[in-house]
């Protein structure tokens, strides 16, 4: 099952949206999940100067799932930008707009399946609370329609809002740290 829901995934996904950059490498999580906590800091001392309609801007993109490309785009002519600009070349990117896209394709293959895990009880009475949808999806022991239905409906996330289809692997690897540096789990 673990094999051929990745597949279905990835070749759904990849028919529909455009790939970006190459595959992310373990060394990508690895420095993401070391470094993006100076990058946070950064980032919560600008938010403080975001207007209301940019604050409203970045919530919508949550949804659309790129947070932080749109906190890019934002800033791009503001004095802060240099800010975030020296703290992403600091741990290893090019600039914050770099470090942005990188954080968006961890951002949305988690984010689809925190979405996915809390509506998977949705109609049931008591509903199985599911705290890693990659593990469950590779349980033998758990009932095989529910782990298709919650496969198909991670699929069409993924098909609507990832940024990179061959992301899934590596966040399916790592999705508990890279769920909790991102802040979609304590």
Wanted: hydrophobic fraction near 40%; charged fraction near 30%; aromatic fraction near 8%.
């Amino acid at each position: 099952m673990k094999n051929i829901s990745r597949v279905l995934i990835l070749a759904m996904a990849a028919w529909s949206l455009p790939v970006f950059a190459d595959s992310l490498q373990q060394s990508d999580v690895d420095r993401f999940i070391a470094k993006t906590p100076a990058v946070f800091t950064v980032i919560a001392s600008v938010d403080q100067r975001l207007s209301k309609q940019e604050k409203k801007r970045f919530q919508a993109s949550l949804m659309k799932m790129r947070p932080y490309t749109t906190m890019a785009d934002m800033m791009e002519d503001k004095p802060d930008n240099l800010l975030l600009d020296g703290v992403s070349q600091k741990i290893g990117y090019e600039d914050f707009q770099h470090y942005a896209k990188v954080a968006d394709r961890f951002f949305s293959v988690a984010m689809s399946a925190q979405m996915v895990e809390q509506f998977s009880g949705l109609g049931q009475e008591n509903p199985e609370k599911i705290n890693n949808l990659f593990r469950y999806l590779d349980d033998p022991s758990k009932p095989e329609e529910k782990q298709k239905r919650l496969s198909e409906a991670f699929e069409k996330m993924c098909q609507e809002r990832c940024v990179n289809p061959d992301d899934v692997d590596i966040v399916a690897q790592n999705y508990l740290p890279l769920s909790k540096v991102l802040r979609l789990k304590k």
